[in-house]
């Protein structure tokens, strides 16, 4: 296969030089240019033909919010993973820059004078999305090439195409008690569409993981407050579980259900990391098994990996339900896929479907 074409957009000029050398590590990445802004680098798209662009955000002349919505309009294929500085201004670009199209992000290392950390927390946290996107791009000029070629339109098939909307919406047994949803990459929008389509009313309480680092999550709890008819907010250790309440795992720390007598209550902390994450999909979900059993609905949505597949297991043994985000509508079909993959789905529906889903699930057996 080709190597990964990668652009690199930084006004610092120790920030391009670093991260091209260190992406020219890896045998499947070409770094095909840099840019110090965003003019620069709408030019060199043109002229390099990248399959993904690292994006700064903070930039003169034309920043990385108004660089992303020129590619977006006029390269809307590219993938543009945001390299973002991990502070609150940072935080918030980014968000703003996924609900404009890109296609992921990646924290810069906070200490750029430690070669050693730099290395390994690009080599942890962005590579692997380059690949990820970029391998989708190279595949998809391969396949449009050999599309054109023969002349033949090509059909997409996978596993999602055995499971049709058709199908008659399961019901639950026992009375649904809480919703507790695994999301990753692509999250921030999928919630939101997700959120904003459940009623006010809604009989229980949510509980989210959404792989996110601090300060991230307590700014996306605040932006779906402000989508969603219910009370969204970073989860606290301690605060009881209560109907039409969302609460998503604040960064860096795993969230829990625990009975307390008569209620439920929320439990944060930092145990290790579970398939390198925290928090992790895992957590929440095998908690969620061992409260509520066959009471629970888990969703999981769009996201890289297979976080929330062992929980998933756990919970469908406890006679919970699982619905699962499908392949077209999600931006990776990772964590979602690995769950209908091993048959552990009772529904997979593409996301604007998920919360009509959602209520028939859980308003019809309260």
């Not at 996110?212 to 250790?237: D, G, H, I, W, Y």
């Not at 392949?327 to 529906?349: C, D, I, Q, T």
Request: aromatic residues 4%.
């Amino acid at each position: 296969m080709p190597k990964i074409r990668v652009l690199v957009v930084d006004d610092a000029v120790v920030v391009r030089s670093r991260l091209s050398k260190l992406l020219a590590e890896d045998p499947e990445l070409e770094v095909v240019g840099v840019a110090a802004n965003g003019r620069i680098a709408l030019a060199k798209i043109a002229q390099l033909n990248p399959n993904v662009v690292i994006l700064d955000v903070e930039m003169p002349d034309m920043d990385g919010l108004a660089t992303l919505a020129a590619i977006r309009q006029t390269y809307p294929h590219i993938a543009v993973i945001m390299f973002s500085t991990f502070t609150r201004a940072g935080a918030i670009a980014t968000l703003d820059a996924l609900s404009l199209g890109a296609s992921d992000y990646a924290t810069k290392p906070s200490h750029l004078g430690n070669i050693e950390a730099i290395r390994q927390h690009v080599f942890d946290d962005l590579v692997p999305k380059i690949k990820l996107f970029g391998t989708k791009q190279v595949k998809s000029q391969k396949s449009k090439v050999k599309t054109q070629e023969s002349g033949v339109r090509s059909q997409e098939s996978g596993a999602c195409s055995n499971f049709s909307p058709s199908d008659p919406p399961a019901v639950f047994s026992p009375t649904p008690k809480i919703v507790a949803i695994g999301v990753s990459t692509g999250g921030p929008n999928a919630l939101a569409v997700l959120l904003s389509q459940l009623p006010a009313d809604f009989p229980v309480p949510i509980a989210i993981v959404q792989h996110m680092p601090p300060m991230f999550t307590q700014l996306l709890a605040e932006r779906l407050a402000a989508k969603s008819r219910l009370k969204v907010a970073e989860a606290v250790s301690g605060r009881v579980l209560e109907p039409g309440q969302v609460w998503i795992a604040p960064g860096d720390f795993h969230l829990a259900v625990q009975r307390d007598g008569k209620v439920v209550r929320l439990v944060t902390h930092q145990a290790p990391p579970e398939n390198s994450c925290r928090p992790s999909v895992d957590v929440l979900f095998s908690s969620v098994a061992e409260v509520f059993g066959a009471s629970a609905i888990a969703i999981v949505l769009t996201g890289m990996g297979q976080d929330g597949l062992r929980g998933c297991q756990q919970l469908r043994e406890a006679g919970g339900r699982v619905l699962v985000q499908d392949e077209a509508s999600s931006v990776v079909w990772g964590m979602p896929g690995f769950v209908a993959n091993a048959g552990l789905a009772n529904r997979v529906l593409p996301i604007d479907q998920m919360a009509d889903e959602t209520i028939r699930q859980v308003c019809n057996n309260t």
